[in-house]
T-cell receptor, first 113, second 114 residues
Framework: TQLLEQSPQFLSIQEGENLTVYCNSS?????LQWYRQEPGEGPVLLVT?????EVKKLKRLTFQFGDARKDSSLHITAAQPGDTGLYLC?????????????FGKGTKLSVIP | DAGITQSPRHKVTETGTPVTLRCHQT?????MYWYRQDPGHGLRLIHY???????DKGEVSDGYSVSRSKTEDFLLTLESATSSQTSVYFC?????????????FGPGTRLTVL
């Protein structure tokens, strides 16, 4: 079973601060995705990273896939209250069953105005 | 938004009763999934389907069964509900199952087993 350790579990910061969320595993993933979930709703995909060392930017959010494709990070610059939510990383294996996602436990972010 | 609906959205039931949750999609996606989300555990896969009448077990399948008789519908059944099955259940769909495939999630069903 592939496991994804996500940290921190909870994060409360002031508006304008920067933050980084980490997603680590001992397993290699063919791709890694980051989702954001609002209360009472299902997760929504933010980004998919596939290549080791890949960096993707989505406005103030920067996503990086580790060189060995075992870890990833999400960095938010100048956090806004609208960034509040649950952030989930999810890894996809390779070969048979590669359509299955393994999710981390999530990081609950609160951005205080 | 992807066309995914789940019914019911909320349900309270008693231990030992059967419960069926329905997921309906209008996207004609091949893959469908059932997850449960619990505090401290994140999202865990229960069962998934890779086509009509083609299903397989996920990480936490004990006590659950599924059926898919049509592309658009994926049913999750708790044959005899237990309190440990109190959770929020999410259905998801995806098109190809490739490494870059996107899973689209429904709004969830909150199930309470008393």
């Amino acid at each position: 079973t592939q496991l994804l350790e996500q940290s921190p579990q909870f994060l409360s910061i002031q508006e304008g601060e920067n933050l980084t969320v980490y997603c680590n595993s001992s397993s290699v993933f063919s791709s890694l995705q980051w989702y954001r979930q609002e209360p009472g709703e299902g997760p929504v995909l933010l980004v998919t990273v596939v290549t080791g060392g890949e960096v993707k930017k989505l406005k103030r959010l920067t996503f990086q896939f580790g060189d060995a494709r075992k870890d990833s990070s999400l960095h938010i610059t100048a956090a806004q209250p609208g960034d509040t939510g649950l952030y989930l990383c999810a890894g996809r294996g390779s070969g048979a069953g590669s359509y299955q996602l393994t999710f981390g436990k999530g990081t609950k972010l609160s951005v205080i105005p | 938004d992807a066309g995914i609906t789940q019914s019911p959205r909320h349900k309270v039931t008693e231990t030992g009763t059967p419960v069926t949750l329905r997921c309906h999609q209008t996207e004609n996606h091949r893959y469908m999934y059932w997850y449960r989300q619990d505090p401290g555990h994140g999202l865990r896969l229960i069962h998934y389907s890779y086509g009509v009448k083609d299903t397989d077990k996920g990480e936490v399948s004990d006590g659950y069964s599924v059926s898919r008789s049509k592309t658009e519908d994926f049913l999750l059944t708790l044959e005899s509900a237990t309190s440990s099955q109190t959770s929020v259940y999410f259905c998801a769909i995806s098109q190809s199952g490739s490494s870059t495939d996107t899973q689209y999630f429904g709004p969830g069903t909150r199930l309470t087993v008393l």
